[in-house]
């Protein structure tokens, strides 16, 4: 039986954030399952690229555009007239965020509610997935791992702005968007990891920069939590919450996507492992220079996309690393990252 039951197949599909390194990897995942995309994006912001190895604009029909400007954003969407969105166009970095607020705020709050604004015209669209992060949730550094109906906030602009996409998001759904039959929900993922992100102040990036470069890794948070999964997992229950919402729009509403929660490891932990994949690695652990705020414990509670969307974590956090810095190490060496990502994926789908 081909993956979704062919749920994919031929439908139109907008992909916001489709250069970024989720969003390259969905993109190419959506590719092989037979969607016809459409992506809105900003140029890669990092090079290398995942985007521009896998040639990206290949792969789906790419646009190159600022969500913060909403008429070019809703002549594109208008134009595609999608059945399918996911959403995943940001400012993603929360360090960045305490450099540019203003920016980040412009980007996930505003570009959000221009996307919105867009859909509301649009006659062909049914299901939508709005990707946030598990940092909306007001950390209060408890074991207790968060679900979706537990409080909102964020010390961090990055965070903040997250948070309140989801007001917004919520908005819309109520206001405008179940009037016209178009189920909208927000999807929270933990920590993602996997081949092909260059973005800078991100654990595993900077690991695979210092290493290859032969220099020692400066860990400032030793300790922290946080949900790792690979990418591809959060993708798939993406992809499912879209497939589900299409037959059951009253399930519109908010999702966490992460690893067990026994899966939740510190960063040392972390390196730890991926210091043994790579067999080298020199780490210094250190007080971060700074007086930013990062949370220091953050788990999530999974249960209701297990429970109706059907989703579980099929790779442990050994695996996941493991892939991971295999993948750096073979593009390193000369491999096509199409070949690599291709070949994760194809593994991924066999263990469904």
Request: glycine share 6%; proline share 5%; net charge neutral.
């Amino acid at each position: 039986m081909p993956l979704f039951d062919g749920f994919f197949q031929g439908r139109r599909v907008l992909i916001t954030g489709h250069t970024g390194f989720k969003g390259s990897w969905l993109t190419l995942w959506l590719n092989r399952l037979g969607a016809q995309i459409t992506g809105i994006s900003l140029s890669p912001t990092t090079t290398p690229s995942l985007a521009s190895l896998l040639a990206i604009e290949t792969l789906c029909e790419h646009h190159i555009c600022d969500i913060r400007d909403p008429s070019a954003l809703i002549s594109l969407v208008q134009k595609a007239k999608p059945e399918i969105v996911f959403h995943l166009a940001a400012q993603p970095l929360v360090r960045a965020s305490y450099r540019h607020p203003l920016a980040t705020f412009s980007t996930n709050i505003m570009g959000t509610a221009h996307l919105l604004e867009a859909l509301r015209d649009v006659d062909s669209v049914k299901s939508v997935v709005m990707v946030t992060t598990d940092k909306v949730y007001q950390n209060k550094e408890w074991l207790y791992p968060y679900r979706e109906n537990d409080r909102l906030g964020g010390h961090d602009p990055y965070s903040a702005s997250k948070a309140a996409s989801e007001l917004i998001i919520a908005s819309y759904r109520d206001a405008f968007l179940n009037e016209k039959g178009i189920a909208i929900a927000t999807a929270r993922a933990g920590n993602v990891i996997g081949g092909g992100d260059w973005s800078e102040e991100r654990l595993i990036p900077d690991a695979v920069r210092t290493w290859q470069n032969q220099q020692a890794l400066k860990i400032r948070s030793p300790n922290a939590i946080r949900p790792w999964q690979h990418v591809l997992e959060p993708l798939f229950g993406y992809m499912q919450l879209a497939k589900t919402l299409y037959a059951q729009p009253e399930l519109a509403g908010a999702f966490n996507f992460g690893p067990k929660v026994h899966e939740a490891a510190t960063v040392r932990e972390i390196i730890d492992i991926a210091r043994k994949v790579y067999s080298a690695g020199e780490v210094t652990y250190q007080h971060s220079e700074d007086s930013l705020h990062e949370a220091g414990l953050l788990m999530l509670d999974t249960s209701k996309s297990v429970n109706l969307l059907k989703t579980q974590p099929v790779w442990s956090l050994n695996q996941t690393i493991k892939r991971t810095f295999d993948w750096y190490l073979a593009v390193n060496q000369g491999q096509a990252a199409m070949d690599l990502c291709a070949s994760d994926i194809e593994a991924y789908e066999t263990t469904l």
